[in-house]
């Protein structure tokens, strides 16, 4: 397919071929504002669990094309503030907006819709162990576009392309390693070409060359989609090598201790729970 006869876009700020071709694979590049606007919006969002307050007041915004990550210790909030931020969870105050819809205000067919605009990378893969991966990816075409099933077929072998696993379309998820587990959720969770994608702990479970492996692939999208990524994670090699800005959750404020570019963070940084963090020292009150 011609790039240049990509001159259109739908509601969802996909490109589409006016020609009638298929939306997805490598030329299917996310459009929207300027990249200095903000994608998500989260404000004063407070997150709590009954009477247990997890995050209290949490404000940062994502603009577009921009690679955030949500880092700090374990048992700070960074799962939880992503469950919440895609919906999963009903907030205890404050409010998210993705692509200017606040997504706790939002009427069912107004929440579906911003929902297709994104896609989510849980820490399991999320795959449904008794369907194959083309058959995975094909799912949220069935259900949520008007393609055909040849159509969405070919939608559904360009992702599998996308993220290397051409070849292992009638493979179920328990015929693959853990690394390609994760590479066709991601596959899934591009399915409908969305403008933002989220992940919950990535390399988790993977050796150091599958997660370096999979930070490329995340590198890679992000540098041909111009897709905005929220990512959660600790580990603190992905981070030097996948964000341009890191938002650092800490539990003993309940909140927000930094913000910034993670060598930036790592070499200036006077707080030293933030130091400790990205230098990988114990804490000095542990010390």
Request: glycine content about 10%; hydrophobic content about 45%.
């Amino acid at each position: 397919m011609d790039a240049e006869r990509r001159t259109e876009h739908d509601d969802k700020g996909r490109w589409i071929d006016p020609a009638g071709g298929i939306s997805g694979g490598e030329f299917a590049w996310s459009q929207g504002p300027p990249a200095a606007e903000a994608a998500i919006r989260v404000e004063n969002l407070t997150a709590a669990y009954g009477d247990n307050v997890i995050l209290r007041d949490v404000s940062f915004e994502v603009t577009r094309g921009e690679v955030v990550v949500i880092a700090g210790g374990s048992g700070c909030g960074k799962s939880t503030l992503l469950k919440h931020m895609i919906g999963l969870h009903p907030l205890a105050g404050g409010r998210v907006e993705i692509n200017g819809v606040d997504i706790a205000a939002a009427g069912d067919r107004e929440l579906s819709l911003t929902r297709q605009g994104f896609g989510v990378l849980f820490q399991s893969g999320a795959l449904f162990g008794s369907l194959t991966l083309l058959e995975n990816i094909t799912l949220p075409l069935n259900d949520f576009t008007s393609l055909s099933p040849r159509a969405a077929n070919l939608v559904a072998r360009a992702k599998l392309a996308m993220v290397g696993l051409a070849g292992y379309e009638n493979h179920l998820p328990s015929e693959l390693s853990g690394g390609m587990q994760k590479r066709a959720g991601l596959a899934r969770a591009m399915a409908l070409d969305p403008a933002i994608l989220f992940f919950d702990e990535p390399s988790a479970g993977l050796d150091p060359i599958t997660a370096a492996e999979l930070d490329r692939l995340i590198i890679r999208i992000n540098q041909a989609m111009g897709t905005t990524m929220v990512i959660v994670t600790h580990e603190l090699a992905s981070i030097y090598n996948i964000a341009h800005r890191v938002v650092m959750l800490d539990k003993s404020v309940l909140g927000i201790i930094a913000q910034g570019p993670p060598k930036e963070l790592r070499d200036t940084s006077s707080d030293p729970r933030v130091a400790d963090f990205f230098h990988r020292r114990p804490s000095q009150k542990q010390a």
